[in-house]
């Protein structure tokens, strides 16, 4: 091959003509592949600039709270144990302005920050010609797409925990802690409360396997990072749209995002379980479908074009 002809073939990204991976190159590939993509994940500044808005929205519903009720009104209460009935316990502790920004930021913020990150997971690889490299190493298609769920996954815990953590300072800051009151009116001990609004972020958290699932698969089906995102968030807010309408009761129920506030019922006396674990039942199953789905359309996926 002539030295023009050598070059036009680098230039082109021929895999055929990479020499072989050596055994220990193989199980350095294998053992740092979750790692690699977690850090690959966190150092984008996309991924950092969606933390800190998430980190934000706490601040400014704190603030907001406190604005409000610093000549001694009171904020408007809700029904049902959402984020309006939490709201009007915030001033008398702020460990209610977890809940509350859980709250506020499950509906839209948080699914939409997930939905980036899942849309662009394979689609981004693709678009930046990276994805054929990925595969050179032999993590097989399967796994590397275990590894970007899994990666997915560990940013919905992580940005879950963002808004529980900016909100726990700022309620400390601005609002008195100590023991609360439950939704059912009985009392409990703050390190009982702490634990409890542990327990709800996790739940959050749990509560968006479905729609990265969902982003994951839309993620396979092309090759532009953007288009990804763009229609995951799309179909997202089409599915809180459906969820509103009430002539839609009969489907409502099998909408991923139908059960998301049942977390809730976490601060109830007893604990009612009924909608939490009609949420995470159906969390799984979109899970398990279009994470199937994903499986199916990326092992079948031409990546050399």
């Not at 680098?10 to 850090?39: I, K, N």
Request: charged share 10%; with cysteine; net charge neutral.
């Amino acid at each position: 091959m002539s030295p023009a002809e050598t070059s036009a073939a680098q230039g082109r990204g021929d895999l055929h003509d990479r020499p072989p991976l050596t055994a220990s190159r193989r199980t350095t590939l294998r053992g740092t592949l979750f790692g690699s993509e977690l850090l690959t994940t966190f150092r984008r500044w996309r991924t950092l600039a969606l933390l800190a808005v998430l980190a934000a929205v706490p601040v400014l519903v704190g603030i907001a709270i406190k604005i409000e009720t610093s000549d001694g009104g009171a904020v408007g209460q809700g029904h049902g144990g959402e984020g309006p009935a939490f709201i009007s316990q915030v001033t008398n502790n702020g460990l209610f302005l977890v809940f509350t920004a859980l709250a506020a930021t499950l509906p839209f913020f948080l699914p939409m920050a997930i939905g980036v990150i899942a849309g662009d997971a394979i689609a981004g690889e693709a678009n930046a010609g990276t994805l054929r490299y990925l595969l050179v190493a032999p993590a097989g298609r399967t796994r590397l797409l275990l590894t970007k769920y899994a990666t997915v996954m560990t940013f919905c815990l992580v940005a879950t925990l963002v808004v529980a953590i900016s909100a726990l300072a700022v309620g400390a800051l601005l609002f008195p802690l100590g023991d609360l009151t439950t939704i059912s009116g009985t009392q409990i001990t703050f390190a009982e409360g702490l634990g409890r609004a542990l327990l709800i972020a996790l739940v959050v958290a749990a509560s968006l396997i479905g729609v990265a699932a969902l982003g994951l698969f839309v993620s396979t089906l092309t090759g532009s990072g953007i288009a990804a995102m763009a229609t995951t968030v799309g179909l997202l807010i089409t599915v809180q749209i459906l969820d509103q309408i009430p002539q839609l009761h009969a489907l409502q129920p099998y909408f991923f995002s139908h059960y998301w506030l049942s977390f809730a019922d976490l601060m109830r006396e007893p604990v009612y379980w009924d909608d939490l674990q009609k949420n995470l039942g159906l969390q799984v199953l979109y899970a398990a479908v279009f994470g199937s789905a994903a499986w199916a359309r990326f092992t079948t996926k031409d990546v050399t074009a």
